[in-house]
């Protein structure tokens, strides 16, 4: 385990990573099902899903709670703590203002909605998941 990292934080890193490849390796298995026609996509899309939950979750929790900590313990209290937290991640707030409406336009239009608005609030979901995770990833890098 790093030196800087907590048992959290740690185990939320290695679930994350394995359940990542899970994923990855699911939505390699939906394209080659998908390409070669067999129309046995749906059981590797739906892993996919449930892998990027399962390495994203966790990991997502340690790291609120952590920042949400460390927040508090510069601002001298809880109370303090977001204007703490909004001047040390305001980008990565922002992003999570952004997904979050994002969420919402997506399953506002999921039945009988506008499906370009629906589509369009999905590419900007993953956009913002993937702009999180490279960051994480360069984050992570840095502290070994």
């Given amino acids: ?3 800087r990292m907590s048992t959290a934080a740690y185990v939320a890193d290695r679930a994350f990573r394995v359940f990542g490849v899970i994923a990855l390796v699911s939505l390699l298995l939906t394209f080659a099902s998908l390409g070669t026609g067999i129309g046995a996509w749906r059981v590797p899309f739906v892993a996919a899903h ?3 939950l399962l390495a994203l979750a966790p ?5 609120a709670v952590e920042a949400i900590a460390q927040a508090s313990r510069e601002a001298g209290s809880l109370v303090a703590a977001p204007a703490a937290l909004a ?8 992003l999570l203002a952004i997904i979050t409406v994002s969420i919402a336009v997506s399953l506002a239009n999921f039945s009988g909605g506008q499906r370009w608005l629906r589509s369009t609030a999905n590419y900007v979901s993953v956009v913002i998941i993937l702009t999180l995770v490279v960051r994480y990833l360069r984050s992570a890098r840095g502290s070994r």
């Fill in 87 to 94: 001047r040390r991640h305001g980008f990565v707030l922002l």
């Fill in 50 to 52: 449930l892998a990027t």
């Fill in 59 to 63: 990991l997502g929790v340690v790291l």
């Fill in 1 to 3: 385990m790093p030196p």
